[in-house]
């Protein structure tokens, strides 16, 4: 484990985590600019050409790299999953922490959950703010802001977006060095989560 | 996978086997026999001015110990930009303060970072590096036991401790193992759980000398001073409080569990406390001057404890601060929250009594009665939960979620 983190830059945690999800054999495929479907759940149509790595459940974008933006999907999430993938192979005490997601969580419960996760991959100074309904697709969903620091004393700037559909939880989490990536990135961020349009409905619905 | 452990933290974390490291102490070994106890001359005499540390003298390049030099000197290039550096101006100047205080002409050689870890921790490295860990400030409760713990790291330092113990590791392990060490050091994951291993791990790797010794230079600095030469021994009396709430856990090893011979210790300082005492008129414990500086970031000390999830320990720290400290609203308040994200029925209802402890009083955070209302729609008491949420969003206009809290309200009506 060390040693596979070791020759890993100091990636966003989270980002890292997923990529570790999606295994060592994992390669970059280029997204094409057209309306791409999400898990089988919902589709979103970008505006340029993302790369991308696929895992179980996961999905991550990136143009220039993941310290640099990503967009994290999470998709069908269920009670005991987990954001943070997998038990740590580190754990001495055999007692993991990473918070697990329960059914029946509140608004408020999720936000709590993802910053305990955040904070279980050590990111610093992780803070969250306006936190506000808005739509996912046809779905009423939630959005809140953040920001943190990374390892490299890197600030952070993102937003994550989620709903559930079908009694499981989907989340979209964007993320983007504060410093000119989040302004340059975020437009792009805005309109995937604009074009969300959820299996079965017609057209996208916009906030 | 969730220690997901990032290069600078490793570094911070490794250091703690390269460095003079408080959590490495013996307390078994530290006694006032012949080489732990102190003379009235002795206590009167310069102890910076008796050092043959040579600042910034540093070994050969080309040496096995030149090449542990260089690593420490890129881990700390690594800690300078670390997001898990407090950076809080106020604190950093207070903290230096003091490490100055003590320092005295070694003051200029030593650069201190105040790391955001939960647990109680201080390091000291041969270059002059010293960390101090953010839970280390949560438990001190005044400026004499930080200085205690400042004192004994400073004696690591000025005592070549580290050197004695490189050379010690190079002429007794090949020169490979060594070398192994410090690469597993750097890339040991940073879990503050796992920055209490290391320390546990390197525990034979200090001498006892070297740690009796240290103690000695920590009091007679506190002396010199004029700080409560008690101090050391308050720190580990209450250290040994925190500790007896985690003895049903003997797999946890975290700093407290690595010393079962807490109370022993104590009891080693103290008789070392009692003879300073007879000498020294001052007292100076600068509770005032230290909770000033602290009450600040205490709060997001706390919320970094919480997110250790270790809830019935975290509650034993705050059953001390509560008995110890000033403005104490905040500390039922996370009270609380230890038992609402512990779950279940008896500790909600232990949650709302916490809560409105903290409720009561009024330095307590506004987010409270939205943390009671939570813990009342968990119930199923959804018009008390309303009535809380209402109450919330009354006290804090400007919510940032105060939208979400409208749509949850909404939902229990």
């Not at chain 2, 997901?4 to 490291?21: Q, R, T, V």
């Not at chain 2, 003298?57 to 040496?63: I, M, T």
């Not at chain 2, 008789?271 to 007879?278: C, G, Q, V, Y």
């Not at chain 2, 209302?373 to 199923?380: M, N, Y």
Request: charged share 25%; glycine share 8%; with cysteine.
């Amino acid at each position: 484990m060390s040693r596979r983190l070791h020759l890993l830059p100091p990636w966003p945690a989270l980002a890292l985590v997923a990529l570790l999800a999606l295994g060592a054999c994992s390669r970059y495929g280029l997204i094409a600019v057209e309306r791409i479907e999400i898990a089988s759940t919902y589709s979103v149509e970008p505006g340029i050409k993302w790369n991308y790595l696929l895992g179980q459940d996961i999905e991550l974008w990136t143009v220039d790299g993941l310290s640099l933006q990503n967009m994290f999907f999470v998709s069908g999430i269920e009670d005991g999953d987990t954001l943070l993938v997998g038990k740590p192979e580190f754990d001495f005490f055999n007692e993991s922490k990473i918070p697990e997601y329960r059914e029946g969580f509140s608004l408020l419960d999720i936000r709590e959950w993802i910053e305990a996760s955040y904070a279980q991959a050590e990111v610093a100074r992780m803070e969250t703010h306006d936190f506000r309904p808005v739509r996912f697709g046809s779905k009423k969903g939630f959005r809140f802001e953040f920001s943190f620091t990374n390892e490299d004393g890197l600030s952070q700037k993102g937003f994550v977006v989620g709903a559930a559909i079908d009694e499981e939880l989907h989340l979209i989490i964007f993320t983007a060095a504060a410093l000119h990536f989040y302004d340059k990135f975020a437009p792009e961020a805005e309109r995937i989560i604009r074009s969300i349009r959820i299996e079965g409905d017609d057209k996208p619905a916009f906030n | 996978m969730m220690r997901l452990e990032i290069p600078k933290l490793m570094a911070i974390a490794g250091l703690g086997l390269l460095a003079g490291c408080v959590a490495t102490v013996d307390p078994s070994t530290v006694g006032t026999g012949s080489k732990g106890e102190i003379t009235k001359f002795e206590l009167a005499a310069d102890v910076l001015g008796e050092s043959t540390l040579v600042p910034g003298q540093r070994p050969p390049l080309d040496s096995l110990e030149g090449s542990l030099w260089m690593q420490i000197d890129s881990a700390e290039h690594r800690i300078k930009s670390s997001g898990h550096v407090i950076r809080n101006p106020a604190l950093n100047k207070y903290v230096r303060g003091v490490v100055c205080k003590m320092a005295g002409k070694f003051c200029p050689h030593i650069r201190t970072y105040i790391v955001r870890a939960p647990n109680f921790n201080a390091l000291m490295m041969p270059s002059g590096v010293m960390q101090i860990h953010s839970g280390l400030l949560l438990r001190v409760r005044n400026e004499a036991e930080l200085a205690s713990v400042i004192g004994h790291e400073i004696g690591h330092y000025i005592r070549l401790h580290s050197r004695d113990r490189w050379r010690n590791l190079i002429d007794t392990t090949n020169a490979v193992m060594v070398a192994k060490m410090v690469m597993a050091a750097a890339g040991v994951p940073g879990s503050s759980q796992l920055i209490d291993s290391i320390a546990a791990g390197s525990l034979a790797a200090y001498s006892r000398d070297h740690e009796r010794e240290s103690d000695v230079v920590g009091l007679r600095l506190l002396v010199k001073n004029g700080y409560d030469p008690w101090a050391a021994q308050n720190v580990w009396v209450q250290l040994e409080r925190e500790r007896q709430f985690t003895k049903q856990n003997p797999f946890r090893s975290t700093f407290l569990d690595s010393h079962p011979s807490g109370i022993e210790r104590a009891g080693n300082l103290g008789a070392l406390a009692r003879f300073a005492e007879k000498h020294s008129k001052k007292k100076d414990r600068g509770k005032r001057r230290f909770e000033d500086a602290v009450i600040p970031l205490r709060e997001t000390m706390l919320r970094d404890e919480l997110n250790h999830r270790d809830y019935k320990r975290f509650r034993g720290l705050l059953a001390m601060l509560i008995r110890n400290g000033r403005k104490v609203g905040v500390f039922h308040f996370f009270r609380g929250e230890s038992f609402r994200l512990q779950g279940g029925e008896g500790n909600l209802d232990k949650a709302m009594l916490s809560y409105r402890n903290a409720a009561a009083r009024s330095e307590t955070p506004v987010i409270v009665y939205r943390a009671m209302a939570r813990v009342l729609a968990k119930q199923g008491k959804k018009a008390a939960a309303r009535k809380a949420f209402g109450r919330y969003l009354e006290k804090s206009p400007d919510a940032e979620d105060r939208e979400i809290i409208e749509v949850i309200m909404d939902g229990l009506s």
